[in-house]
């Protein structure tokens, strides 16, 4: 399961700064392109799912993710495969009937705190925003522990669209 907050950020090079006064630790920095593809006799934007290829600096991965489950995060069923070849894997998707919908480029800067990913995402034409992720099993205390840092870092909002979806809608 994959249990995550987002919202949009408009400094976030400051929230770099205030999650370092906190104490957290740089993870990694990564270059992502995910290639999302629709289902040949589903409708993933009414099932709330999704299929994503995801190439991140050298590594590929497929991943499903499931509908959301929860109101106020992002809980949800996700299921990752690493793959070797980004090309074939989706040769081999579009054989089976997959067609890809949109490919969605980030950087994203990772720092650890407290149990929680901090991924500051910055998507040219969408905007900046950071995801806060649980890295745990107990899923009521990674939801109130990202409650707890989103309030004590006075982050607003909560948006739950993925960014698949954000972009979707403003084509």
């Not at 920095?29 to 999704?50: I, K, N």
């Not at 590929?60 to 690493?82: A, H, V």
Request: negative net charge.
């Amino acid at each position: 399961m994959e249990l995550e907050v987002k919202v949009p950020c408009e400094d976030l090079a400051d929230l770099e700064r205030r999650l370092r006064d906190m104490g957290a630790s740089h993870v990694q920095d990564l270059d992502q392109v995910d290639l999302y593809f629709s289902h040949p006799g589903r409708d993933f934007g009414s099932t709330d799912e999704a299929l994503r290829l995801r190439r991140e600096n050298e590594r590929t991965f497929i991943t499903y993710k499931g509908p959301k489950l929860d109101k106020d995060t992002k809980l949800r069923e996700e299921i990752e495969l690493g793959v070797d070849d980004l090309d074939r894997m989706s040769l081999i998707l579009d054989r089976l009937g997959f067609r890809p919908v949109i490919r969605i480029a980030k950087q994203r800067t990772v720092y650890g705190l407290q149990g929680i990913h901090f991924c500051l995402d910055r998507l040219p034409g969408l905007g900046d925003f950071v995801e806060m992720e649980w890295q745990g099993d107990d899923l009521e205390a990674g939801k109130k522990k990202i409650m707890e840092l989103k309030e004590k870092l006075k982050l607003v909002g909560n948006e739950r669209r993925s960014y698949l979806e954000l972009l979707m809608e403003k084509r």
